[in-house]
């Protein structure tokens, strides 16, 4: 079962109310991930044969 359909038959059993929060979530979600730069954590490791003994 993906993940998709686990969440949907939890949210199933949930009042409209909480099913509106992970609504409004996931959307937070999608739009955090559609705005925010792909951003690397750390820089790039220079290789270790490069530059040694030279």
Known sequence: MTAA?????????LPESQINKVLNFA???RQKRLTTP????FPPVPSLDSG???
């Not at 359909?5 to 059993?13: F, G, K, M, T």
């Not at 792909?38 to 954590?41: D, I």
């Open 5 to 13: 359909e686990r969440l949907y038959h939890l949210i199933q059993a």
């Open 27 to 29: 959307e937070f979600l």
């Open 38 to 41: 792909n951003l690397q954590l």
């Open 52 to 54: 040694v003994g030279e």
